[in-house]
């Protein structure tokens, strides 16, 4: 959790700064962003001093058609100015955009070197969810696994991470809360590593902002999201072989959607069900090399969704 602190000076003869600490809490009556001590003087620094933030729309200065999708925007990290925002704050299902939060809990918590068993529990029987097809038994390191689940957006998968790292899915939702709660987002709540759909798992555009702001910081999540395909091989029950094949759902990445001139796609997260529409998270850098994070939740279509993405890039000077 974040500890916030405030250094307090007094003047009192042979008294110096005494420090409170006291850990965030989204039940606290705080205002919005939280205080974070500055190390000079009495000042103070918020906690949102380096994000993004925005409390409404922002269209001014654009020309974005975002019409089909119910929420969208885009953020620059370096100056941590919102260029376009819609409906940001309002609560949508994420569908497999919750897979960015679960790989960063599993970097956090486990090793890319884990080997980790399947368990019955694998078994995903949602019509329509992407799978892998492993079954109880299968064993494969934790870095095959995230390759699995960021490029295939493997659900089965999820659930074989999500029991190593904290026993069952209930658990490491759990510890997908208190991970997004301590990054701010605190608009939001996981019940599950997949996102597959669940009327009480919920995340807002910005909170996957704060989210995703965090994975650019990971060195191994990066490293997966810019490839266009993965292949390798891990072991049924019994040590026999079996083979991952796969690639990247992002079709920018795999070069079947053409991108703006002054924009390089570095990766991201898609994300499709009934419930959450066509859903998209980009990181991405201008030509100074200055990284950005789009996003755009339930569009109509997957190449409506592609379209506004298009456009939204397009705003990057």
Known sequence: MILISVVLMTDLAGCGAKEYTFAYDRNRNNTSFSIASHTKGMTIEPFASDL???????????????????????????????????????????????????????????????VITATENVYIS??????????????MTMDQALHALLLKSANDVAVMIAEHVS???????????????????TNSHFVNPHGLTD??????????????????????????????????????????????????????????????????????????????????????NNKSGNPFIAVILQSSDRTTMYTEMTDLLSEIS
């Open 52 to 114: 993004c933030v925005t409390s409404a729309d922002v269209f001014a200065g654009t020309d974005v058609d975002m019409s089909q999708a119910t929420a969208a925007g885009l953020f620059d990290i370096t100056s941590g100015k919102v260029i376009y925002a819609k409906n940001v704050h309002e609560k949508l299902n994420p569908a497999s955009l919750t897979k960015i939060l679960t790989a960063l809990c599993a970097l956090k918590y486990a090793n890319p070197e884990d």
């Open 167 to 185: 026993g069952s899915v209930e658990e490491f939702a759990k510890l997908m809360n208190d991970t997004a709660n301590s990054l701010g987002a």
């Open 199 to 284: 009327p009480n798992h919920y995340t807002t555009a910005y909170d996957l902002y704060l989210i995703c702001n965090e994975a650019l910081k990971n060195n191994k999540i990066l490293e997966i999201v810019q490839k266009s395909s993965y292949t390798s091989v891990y072991h049924d029950a019994n040590g026999g072989d079996k083979s991952i094949d796969v690639a990247n759902s992002n079709a920018y990445i795999k070069g079947e959607i053409p991108v703006p001139d002054n924009v390089t796609v570095l990766g991201g997260k898609t994300g499709t069900t009934n419930a959450a529409g066509n859903c998209l998270i980009l990181f991405v």
């Open 126 to 139: 949602e019509s329509g969810a992407v799978k892998i097809g492993i079954a109880a038994g299968d064993t």
